[in-house]
């Protein structure tokens, strides 16, 4: 049996799905592919990686095996036994872009485990299964937006998630003259795990020192209360919320100049207030936000690299690459890729 699960583009709302906030991404046109069998042992094969890997019983090897492994692991927590299987992996999502390879495979694997074994979980707890997985076997502490976007996603919409309640709505991209592109950096410096994970430590932090369960019970005025690290921290979770509601109003009255608006201020958030971005990203939004015709660019992701998502006027976008090519080039010697993108239906079977 053979499954594919896409990848995911966050058009607002980072940094906010592990503070009960709000988010609006889109699954993306570029998918892990994965294929089941059962086997004599437990046998893990990607084209990508160019590797078979054999083990008696699943375990960690600080590998990308570990995304599957780590998936069984969550099932067999659940009661169900995953017997020796042969899984063959193969991609054509850019790892370290930024749009989420790894949630792609965990719900791959989720989704493929459940339907061949006839566990027929619900997708909501394939959801959490994918996320467990990442959270308690891999070791990144992140939130649900990954995994629920590459499961949940569909064609022509974005997801607007409540990850507090995950109560979501699917929002229409209609995009009509305008268009979403993807510039990868090409980057992804080391520090972005244990970043990640500092940012998600300080966030807790933020709740105690507050006394509050959840971040959506935190008002503006209290943040004063705050050393000045967290009170950055904490503005940028709150701020970037109303954004992200601001934005689906935006999007629904295909107001783009306004939603362009949002982007531009969620980058800053990031750098300044929130401090995730990083010298490559920056540059292309600021090479971006001069040139007429582009409405907003930020990073997307978790940060330290990845791409920037672009929106802009039809063709705009198309005559800047090569002169933002060069630019990048000359600035850090490292290339720049172009993604053309589409929004496209979660995990299948194919
Ligand atoms: C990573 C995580 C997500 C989310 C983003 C930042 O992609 O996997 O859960 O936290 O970073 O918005």
């Known amino acids: 049996m053979k499954v594919k699960a896409p990848g995911r583009i966050n058009i607002i709302g980072e940094h906010t799905d592990y503070n009960d906030g709000y988010v609006l991404p889109f699954a993306v046109n570029r998918f892990v592919f994965l294929s089941i069998e059962r086997s004599e042992k437990y046998l893990f094969c990607s084209e990508t990686m160019n590797e078979t890997v054999e083990m008696d019983e699943p375990k960690k090897l600080n590998s990308w095996t570990d995304y599957i492994v780590g998936v069984m692991k969550s099932f067999e ?3 169900y036994h995953v017997p020796p299987v042969r899984i063959e992996v193969s991609s054509n999502l850019p790892v370290g872009a ?3 390879s790894s949630a792609a495979i965990e719900v791959a694997s989720a989704f493929a485990i459940s339907e061949y074994f006839g566990f027929n979980l619900p997708k909501l707890e394939l959801v959490k299964i994918a996320r467990e997985a990442e959270v308690e076997f891999v070791g990144v502490r992140c939130g649900i937006m990954d995994q629920f976007t590459s499961t ?3 064609k022509d919409h974005a997801i607007f998630l409540d990850t507090m309640t995950l109560e979501y709505e699917y929002v229409p991209l209609k995009l009509e003259g305008y268009e979403i592109d993807l510039v990868d950096s090409n980057v992804k410096h080391e520090l972005s795990s244990s970043e990640y994970n ?7 932090e933020i709740l105690k020192i507050l006394g509050k369960k959840s971040f ?6 209290e943040l004063s209360k705050l050393p000045d690290t967290l009170r950055k921290r ?3 979770v709150l701020e970037e919320n109303k954004r992200v509601l601001e934005s689906v109003e935006a999007l629904k009255k295909g107001d783009f100049e306004t939603l362009g608006k949002l982007l531009f201020a969620s980058h800053e958030s990031l750098r300044d207030l929130y401090e995730v971005s990083c010298e490559e990203t920056d540059f292309i939004v600021d090479f ?16 330290f690299g990845g791409s920037v998502i672009v929106l802009s006027k039809k063709g705009v976008f198309e005559s800047l690459k090569e002169e933002l090519f060069e630019a990048y080039k000359e600035q850090f010697g490292i290339e720049p890729s172009f993604l053309q993108i589409e929004s496209t239906d979660g995990v299948q079977r194919v």
């Open 216 to 221: 959506r019970e935190i008002r503006e005025e």
């Open 198 to 204: 500092k940012r998600r430590r300080e966030c807790e």
């Open 77 to 79: 927590k659940r009661g």
């Open 98 to 100: 930024g749009l989420s």
């Open 152 to 154: 949940f996603g569909k």
């Open 234 to 236: 904490a503005q940028h």
């Open 288 to 303: 971006l936000r001069e040139k007429d015709g582009i409405l907003g660019a930020r990073m997307v992701g978790g940060g």
